[in-house]
């Protein structure tokens, strides 16, 4: 995870420093896998707040709606439809304002898709995934041990696209 963290901050210092004007002070957006947070986030946001970087646990699930037992969960319709407008430039650029995403799961095939702010992709299951056109840095973080790693590495060569592979690590290795 150390690592991990270090390429974020590197990945958004690096997208921040064309940026005019004065600095923004750097900002991640953690999305959920489909299952929920389950803890994941946490030793996320405590590394990052350490750092001096600020965070936010966005939840797309419904209220009453509980953990879903399912091991190849969609992305909720409300992530995918966030993800889309951040990517059509419906909604405020992220571009230049030090705002890093990162998705959990399903949610790391949904902040792929968002070209315009650095993103880190952590397990996304890999397999039929393709990538749009990116102008921003992204880091796919995968273990080499799961089903789906030849699918990862298939990805290599897109446009701003990093890859961690894991070893000794399958699906779901921040699980607390």
Do not use: K
């Not at 446009?159 to 592979?165: I, M, P, Q, S, T």
């Amino acid at each position: 995870m150390t690592r991990t963290l270090g390429l974020l901050a590197g990945l958004m210092l690096s997208a921040t420093a064309a940026a005019s004007g004065p600095p923004a002070s750097p900002f991640v957006i953690l999305l959920p896998d489909a299952t929920g947070d389950e803890g994941r986030s946490e030793p996320y946001v405590d590394a990052l707040s350490a750092r001096g970087i600020a965070t936010l646990v966005l939840g797309f699930e419904e209220a009453d709606e509980g953990p879903r037992a399912s091991l190849v969960p969609a992305p909720s319709r409300d992530a995918e439809e966030l993800a889309r407008s951040w990517a059509a430039g419906e909604m405020p650029s992220l571009a230049g304002r030090g705002v890093a995403l990162i998705g959990f799961g399903a949610a790391a095939r949904v902040v792929l898709g968002t070209g315009d702010a650095p993103v880190v992709a952590l397990d996304p299951g890999c397999r039929g995934l393709s990538l749009p056109a990116r102008s921003a840095p992204a880091l796919l973080v995968h273990g080499l041990a799961a089903p789906d790693a030849r699918d990862c590495a298939a990805l290599d060569g897109n446009a701003g696209l990093e890859r961690l592979a894991l070893r000794g690590i399958t699906h779901g290795w921040d699980l607390p």
